[in-house]
């Protein structure tokens, strides 16, 4: 089994070519046609499937590809962060940050309590994942901690539902299959597309967690987290504005 592991990691090399950077820009503007398309070109389609329901269909793609790499990064964050609970932290800081600006954008009002925003989602995946890391530690039996583990899953997945986090349960099934499978790219990439498979087009971001060469690249992390909060208010305001 452990040389069955290190053939597919080995052939899975070949295409580790993006660094943390170049994902986490890639993951953005994805994010940024989906939520234009969703904000502006939605409201505006006809019945005659245009050219601009070309355009919201491209946008639509695109769009797919943002939220497997972000939950892919919240669990490299998980393992590589000096401190779990600061990241946790800036998580839900920048959850509420970001809700009334999410509101905005996603429904033209100024707070909603029935859809909140994925920084709440990420916040519950890591939270997950801390947990039955945890109990791993303190559960001897592989197969216990893997059942325990699987029970914690369902149950916070029925929670995401209940309360309206973005994403839902399928989140918290990528996060831990991301977390599971964490030294196997190709299955837990795999597994995480299983999770989710009502939306094909994520696929696209799942293939590209497989091209990360695990070196951070040159980021700016006060773009990483403010870049979420900016752009839905400027997309919500010019909901607001345009009345839609």
Same mark, same amino acid.
């Given at each position: ?192 597309? %299983?999770?989710?498979?009502?939306? /094909?087009?994520? +696929? !696209?971001?799942? =293939? $590209?967690?497989?091209? &990360?060469? #695990? ?7 006060? %773009?990483?987290?403010?870049?979420? /909060?900016?752009? +839905? !208010?400027?997309? =919500? $305001?010019?909901?607001? &504005?345009? #009345?839609?």
């Amino acid at each position: 089994m452990n040389n069955l592991i290190k053939n597919i990691n080995d052939s899975c090399k070949r295409l580790q070519f993006l660094s943390g950077a170049s994902l986490k820009y890639i993951a953005m503007i994805s994010m940024l046609a989906d939520h234009v398309n969703k904000a502006l070109i939605w409201p505006n389609l006809t019945s005659d499937h245009g050219a601009l329901a070309t355009v919201s269909n491209l946008f639509g793609i695109i769009g797919r590809i943002a939220f497997p790499l972000f939950c892919f990064f919240l669990v490299e964050g998980y393992f590589k962060t000096q401190s779990r609970i600061k990241y946790l932290l800036n998580l839900l800081v920048f959850g509420m940050i970001s809700e009334v600006p999410f509101d905005m954008f996603t429904t033209a009002s100024f707070f909603n309590m029935n859809w909140n925003n994925v920084m709440f989602t990420l916040a519950l995946v890591l939270i997950t994942i801390w947990s039955i890391d945890t109990l791993k530690e303190r559960i001897k039996s592989k197969v216990i901690w893997v059942f325990v583990s699987l029970v914690i899953v369902t149950v916070i997945g029925i929670f995401s539902m209940n309360y309206g986090f973005d994403y839902e349960h399928h989140a918290i099934f990528i996060g831990y299959f991301f977390y599971l499978f964490y030294k196997i790219p190709i299955l837990r990439a795999v597994l995480g597309y %299983l999770s989710i498979f009502s939306e /094909p087009w994520s +696929l !696209l971001g799942f =293939g $590209l967690t497989l091209t &990360y060469n #695990g070196k951070r690249g040159k980021q700016c992390k006060m %773009l990483n987290y403010w870049f979420y /909060p900016v752009h +839905l !208010l400027i997309l =919500g $305001l010019l909901r607001l &504005y345009f #009345g839609y």
